[in-house]
């Protein structure tokens, strides 16, 4: 069936949009826009609920909005669609639109798509396929593999199909929907299949044939290629939390951001309606992982300031120890020319000891200030630093660092170098950072690597250790609404130190943070309110707007590259000693199943109490063991 001679086309688009919150996003009025320019109706098909600003902005684009109960996926929302307008109704027109909102677009309009599409002799068609895999891996397919087929985010039926005998009685027959395997085992892999053995003939727009060999997943694998050199117009919005694992699997894991950065910098479409979205719906570090959020910055060149654009920055640096006055100060006059210096200390002794040392550079303004030994860096921050601290554009905070629970003191020592080499290296490095936070508007905030080496080794992995719970707690008391999981990593300064855009901590800063709402000293050195905080950062970030990031020096990350490799060659090689070769999902499946049936019970009840008790209690418990 070809419809490019055809007049006037009568086709009808029916939309499946889902959210959890109801809140229909502008990326979701965007797409709608450009598709309604090729549409003669359309049919939004919300599962769940709708909130009344989202009703009220679909309501501007289509009076046909369908709410119905959250079930049976997409397929039976199309399927309900189609119901809505009967099937005398459906016959009438040319081409009926079955597309949802698990994309982002047009990159390109799609009266682009329909115009080419429109000339193709046709009964179905789609934007992207899914190449034929040899198996089935949803256990659900009836040919017993995943056949070739046309992805179900965007699929166009015309008349020709939609009046025949075969597709009535495909969606009279369609069973119950109760998963996402569900809705792949019995609509989508099985769609197009069906059909073109009923003789029905189907393309898609964007032909990957050559990538067969390649990928069977274009669209999620290759999305560089299909938007850069074959105008495909739309990103698929799991891009941006797929599993990393399974980008791992395939990839280097390269190809989100670079499909972002091509989009960011050569094409039209806005990226903020991404990064809404994503934001919004997505864990952190789901989004960390897929955009390869870890900024490597040069110490040997960088970027001058644009001094019109009149930015004020700040350093605040609390110091506690006047040993490390010296040590701080080499850092501190990393800042760029007219940044003020503001450094937080406890009593008035310090004060005139920092003052002293400082007063030996020439700072734009330095301010000494003095606050209650209580709540530590934390509380230098959110208290003593409160009146100013929203008066910046681009703020950096650091603190004299000691870790005396760890002996020999090296270990602690090499943490802090950590800290400060991947925040206040030297002035090039630090005018690489700001010109990073000019340049990609929806930074909130930059943290240095969290540690690995010696007893922090662990961290990576256990980057909650026993905070997750009261991290959520404050996430709750400030009303944060993002996505938490304790299954997966904060991207926070777990040194706390760290940049930040202010106005991304508002609500953190917001709050009326007294020094009594501080424990008092001694602290513990887990699970305390100043633990919950180091971890919050970055979700008060992602709840204001802006996503967290890691941040190293090229110096630093070549130290870091090496230490990595370093430790995953020992694990390999320890692994491999025992079981031979294996990829690294297969590693990790065997050693997840190892550590869950094959370990001791008394060791994992072991790893359980080390893992909830303070370490000095943890250590205080073991000794009294051994003495019985």
Same mark, same amino acid.
Request: net charge negative.
């Given at each position: 069936?070809?419809?490019a ?24 009025t ?9 549409? +003669?109706?359309?049919? *939004? =098909?919300? @599962?769940?609920? #709708? $909130? ?10 289509? !009076? ?27 016959s009438k ?12 677009g ?45 992805? +179900?985010?965007?699929? *166009? =039926?015309? @008349?020709?199909? #939609? $009046? ?10 369609? !069973? ?15 769609f197009t ?33 299909l ?83 009149n ?14 006055i ?6 501190a006059?990393?800042?760029?020319e ?7 200390t ?7 000891l ?15 200030i003095?606050?209650?030994?209580r ?8 208290v ?109 300064p ?10 991304a ?43 967290p ?10 130290i ?13 090689t ?5 079981s031979?070769?294996?990829?690294h ?6 050693l ?9 019970f ?27």
């Open positions: 069936m070809i419809l001679n055809k007049e006037k086309l009568n086709r009808l688009g029916i939309f499946f949009f889902y959210d959890k919150d109801g809140i229909v996003d502008d990326y979701i965007f797409m709608l826009k450009d598709m309604t320019q090729n549409l +003669s109706d359309l049919l *939004v =098909v919300c @599962n769940g609920k #709708l $909130t009344v600003e989202g009703r009220e902005k679909i309501s501007e684009l289509t !009076p046909n909005i369908l709410v119905r109960e959250n079930k049976g996926f997409d397929v039976w929302a199309y399927k309900e669609g189609m119901e809505y307008y009967g099937w005398d109704k459906i027109f040319d081409e009926v639109v079955l597309f949802n909102s698990t994309m982002f047009p990159l390109y309009s799609f009266s682009e798509m329909f115009e080419g599409m429109n000339s193709q002799d046709l009964d179905f068609w789609g934007i992207t396929k899914h190449h034929e895999v040899p198996h089935d891996p949803f256990n659900r397919i009836k040919y017993g593999y995943l056949p070739e087929h046309i992805q +179900s985010h965007f699929i *166009v =039926v015309r @008349n020709s199909l #939609l $009046t025949s005998y075969e597709y009535k009685n495909f969606w009279d027959n369609m !069973p119950e929907i109760e998963s996402y395997e569900d809705s792949i085992g019995y609509y989508e892999a099985v299949k069906e059909f073109n053995d009923k003789g029905f003939k189907w393309d898609v727009y964007v032909n990957t044939d050559d990538l067969e060999k390649h990928t069977y997943h274009p669209v999620l694998m290759m999305p560089l290629e938007v850069k050199n074959r105008k495909c117009p739309i990103i698929k919005r799991r891009s941006f939390f797929h599993t990393k694992i399974d980008y791992l699997n395939n990839t280097t894991g390269e190809q989100t951001s670079e499909v972002y950065e091509y989009i960011r910098k050569n094409l039209d479409y806005d990226i903020n309606l991404i990064w809404d979205n994503i934001l919004r719906t997505c864990h952190q570090a789901d989004i960390k992982n897929a955009l390869n959020l870890s900024y490597i910055l040069s110490t040997t060149s960088s970027v001058q300031m644009n001094t019109k654009l930015r004020k920055i700040a350093l605040v640096m609390h110091i506690y120890f006047d040993d490390l010296e040590y701080c100060l080499e850092y006059t990393s800042v760029p007219g940044t003020d210096v503001y450094i937080t406890d009593t008035e002794h310090k004060a005139d920092i003052r002293t040392i400082f007063e030996k550079r020439n700072f734009a303004k330095l301010e000494i003095i606050i209650e030994n709540g530590r860096d934390i509380s230098a921050l959110l003593g630093s409160k009146k100013f601290i929203m008066d910046y554009d681009y703020v950096c905070f650091a603190h004299d660092k000691k870790t005396k629970q760890l002996e020999p003191h090296i270990k602690g020592e090499s943490f802090a170098y950590k800290c400060f080499e991947n925040t206040l290296t030297n002035q090039h490095f630090v005018n690489n950072v700001i010109n990073l936070f000019e340049t990609n508007p929806r930074l909130g905030m930059l943290s240095p690597p969290p540690p690995n080496h010696a007893d922090f080794y662990p961290t990576i992995g256990l980057e909650w250790t026993i905070n997750f719970d009261n991290t959520k707690a404050l996430a709750d008391k400030l009303k944060l609404s993002v996505e938490m999981d304790k299954n997966k990593e904060p991207i926070a777990l040194g706390t130190m760290f940049w930040f855009r202010p106005k901590l508002k609500a953190l800063f917001d709050y009326d943070w007294e020094y009594k709402d501080f424990p008092p000293e001694p602290n513990d050195t887990d699970g305390t309110l100043l633990h919950a905080i180091e971890r919050i950062y970055p979700f008060v970030s992602q709840h204001e707007g802006y996503y990031a890691l941040l190293l020096s090229d110096s630093f990350a070549k870091e590259v090496t230490n990595l490799y370093f430790m995953l060659r020992e694990i390999n320890a692994y491999m000693m025992n031979g070769p294996a990829i999902l297969s590693m990790v499946s065997v997840k199943y190892n550590m869950t049936y094959k370990i001791p008394k060791y994992k009840l072991k790893m359980l109490i080390k893992k909830i008790l303070p370490v000095w209690l943890f250590n205080l418990l073991k000794r009294l063991i051994k003495r019985r």
